[in-house]
C-alpha cells in the first residue's frame, strides 16, 4: 500500500513537470486521489520534488480545503458567514448534524460523510447555502436536509438534487459587463492599434481596478509593460471571498467569452504570453465550463500562436484552482498561491508590476476589470469615460444580500445613492449597510444619500443590507470572527490583535464589558489598522471601527458603568471546585 | 557629495544612505535606534512582527522592508508609533505564555528588553492561554513553543545561512506555529548547535542545551542598558 501510494504519487508529480511551483496542483490532486493528505503523503510529495517536507507540510495546511485528516466520501461544507446565518443557517447545520448524528468538523463513524463549515462561497443571495463534493445546493432548509443526507447515503447523483441550483439573479443589466457581444471584436480592434495604444484606450476610459483598491489600470498595464523581465505575466483575480460578493460568479458563468478577450488584449497590452486565472476553490463546479470556453477560443484562433492572424502574437491562458483562504485574494498572496506556497502577502514595494508571478513583472486584474477593458476596446474610451462620475467612469456591479426583498446582481453606474440602492433592491425599514463587505464598512442611515464611487463609498461590490430588528453587533461580532479564520498569520498585529478584537467584543455583548474596554477595543482596532502588513489586516478591525464610531449607542446599551469588571464571572468559574469542598463563595472570602 | 548617496530624514534628522539599503539598514548606520524584533542583520527581512513600522511620508511601513529614496520624510520615534508598537509587543505577550522570572533567557531577551524600553511592565490585555508544545528531542537544542512570536528568524537563517531548512510554519491565523522538517520533531532534523538557526532567537524559544546561566543574571545583554543602546552608541562616531 505504502509503496503503491509513493508510486501514485510519483506519478503525479512527473504530470507537473516535477515543478515546485505547481505545488498547489499537485497536493490538489493528491487530495483527490487519496482523500486526504497525511503526513506520509507529504513526506513522499517533498522527496519526489526534491524538496524538504516542512515546505510542502507548510504550504498544504495553509489551505481550508485541504485535509490532513482522513475525510468521508463526501465532504459537506455549510456556508456559515453572516448572511447565511441571518436566514437561517443555524437551523441548516442542526438538521444536518441530527441527520448525520455528528458535530462540525467530524465524519460519521462508518467514514462516509464529513461535515464542515465553510466562510461564503459566493451564493449570499440564494442563502442559506452548501457545498458538496463541491457541488453547490441553495435556499436550504431544514426539512431539505433528511432528503439530501439520504440521497448522499444513498449515492445518488447530486446534481440531480432539486437544491442543486444556482440561480443566475441578475436584477439588472447595463451596458458594460451585461450586454451582448461580439467574439473577437474586441481582440480584433486592439492588435489593429500597439499596445501602447490599447493602454492609451484603457487611459481615455479612466478605468479604475473594481477589486475596491481603484487604482487605474491603464497605470498598472504601463508599469508592467515597461518593467524589465524575462517574461511578463496577466492574471485574472478570480477569487472573490469577501462574504457578501458574487458578482464574478455571473461573470465567470455568464460572460466568461468577454472576459476571457479581456485578458487577451491585456496580455497583448503588457506583453504577456502566459495568462493565469486564478479561481477560488468553491467555483471549482464552474471550472469544466471555463475549461471548454479556453479550448473553443483556441479553436477560433483567439488564443495559442499568431492570435486573429497576428504575426508572432501568442498568448494563452491556464486555470489555476486556488484551496480555500479569503487572504488569496490579495493581488500578492495570490502569487504566491500560485506559485505553490502558502498564500501570505509581500512586502511592497516591490510591486508585483516590478516582481510578479515568478519573479517576473506581472499585472493582477479583477474579473470585473478585464471585462470592462474588453468593452473599452470594443465601444472606445471615450464612451466609457462618460458613464458614471468623473473618478469612477463605467459601470459597477453590486452583490446585494441580506434583509431585502430581491438579493442579486445589480450592474449600476457609479455614483448611484446608498438609498436608491435599498429602493432598488426592495429594502424597507434599513437600520445599517454594510458596504464591501466585512473589509469595508458599516453605514448609519444618516449616510444613505451618500454614493458608490472610489470618491465616496469604494466597494468590490458587497452590499449587506441589515433590517431593523437585526442584532448589528452581532453581526460585527460574526465579521471579526471572520477574520480571525482567514487572517494568514503572517504578522504579530493582524495574527493576534484579531483574536482580541473577538474577545474584547465577546466581553461587551455578554454583559460584561465597562467605558474601558470600549476603549481597548479601539486601541485594539487602531493597532491591527495601521501596524498591519496586508489590507486583510489593515481592515480586519473595520467592523469593530466604524460601528464603535457609527452605532456608538449600540456599544453605550451593552456596558455596565462600573470602570473595571472581569471577563469572567468568579462565581460561575468556581462552582465547581465550591461544589466539591463543600463550601461557598462568602466561605471562600471569609 | 557623490550621486551615489540618498539622502533623506528621520524624525528631522538628515540621514545619508547607499542605494539598495532599507531606511532600517540606513537607520542603524547613522545611529537611530528603530524597534525591532523579527529583523536581524545577517537575514532577509521577514516582516513579521511590524515592530519596526514608521511612518514614511505620513504611510505606516516596515522600516526591515522599505527602500530608502531621496527626500523620503520617516517619522520613528513619535508617541503614536512607540504607543503601536507597544501594543504589538503587548499582543506578542499575551500570545504565548511568557514566564519571565523563570525563562533561562530573562536579561537576554528581546522581546522582554523591547517591551521595557517601550514602556510595557505588565500587560494588560486577557492571556489567550494556549497549550502550547514542547520540544526537547534533539540532543543540542530545545524548543520551548511557549516562548515562540513566530518571527521566523530560525526559519530564515537555516535556510539562509545553514542551507537547510530545519524550520518552517504550520497552519495560519492564531493557529499558526513553528514546524520543523521531520515527521516526529527535531530530534529527528539535522539541527545542531552549531548552526545560526540555533543561536539566532530573540526569545528563549530555540535554546543551546548545558549552557544555562553560564553568563549570571546581572551581566546579561540588557541588565544595564536598554536594546538598541549598540546602535545608538554610533550616533556619537556618526
Redesign the interface.
Known sequence: MAENQASVIRQIVDQFGKDRSRLMNIVRAVHVKLGYLSEESIGQIAEALGIHRVEVRDMVSFYAFLSRKPTGKTVIRLCNAVVERMKGADQVGEAFKKALGISFGQTTPDGKVTLEHTSCIGLSDQAPNALVNGVPITNLSPKDVPMIVKAIRDGEDLLNLPQAEVDLNVRKTGDVIFAPMERGAALRKAISITPEGVINEINKARLRGRGGAGFPTAMKWDFCRKAQGEAHYLVCNADEGEPGTFKDRAILSECADLLFEGMTLAGYAIGAKEGILYLRAEYEYMLSKLERMLAKRRHLGLLGENICGLEGFTFDIRIQMGAGAYICGEESALIESAEGKRGAPRDRPPFPVQVGYMGQPTSVNNVETLCCAARILEKGGEWFSKIGTKDSTGTKLLSISGDCEHPGIYEVEYGITVAKMLAMAGAEDTQAVQVGGPSGRCLAPKDFGRGISFEDLPTGGSIIIFGKNRDLLECMRQFTEFFVEESCGWCAPCRVGTTLLLKKLEKVLEGHGTRRDLEELESIGKTVKTMSRCGLGQTAANPVLTTLSGFAGLYEARIKSEDYIPSFDLEKAMEAGLKAANRTLEGVHA | MSKDTITFTIDGAEINAKPNQTVMQAADEAGIYIPRLCYHKDLM?G?????C?VKVNGR?Q?AC???VNNGIVVENDTEELNA??R??VE??F??GNHFCPSCETSGNCELQATAYRLGLLAP???Y?NKERELDASNKEVYLDRNRC??CGRCVRASKQLDGK????????????RL?????DGLGETSLTAKDKAASICPTGCLVVKRQAYQTPVGKRDYDKTPIGSDIERKKATV
Open positions: 527581512p516582516g513579521h512582527c511590524r515592530v513600522t505606516p516596515s522592508t522599505f527602500p503601536l508598537r501594543n504589538i499582543f506578542l499575551v500570545e494588560q490585555l486577557p489567550l512570536i513566530l531548512n530545519v524550520f518552517g510554519f504550520e497552519n495560519r491565523g492564531i493557529n499558526k514546524t520543523v522538517d521531520s515527521p
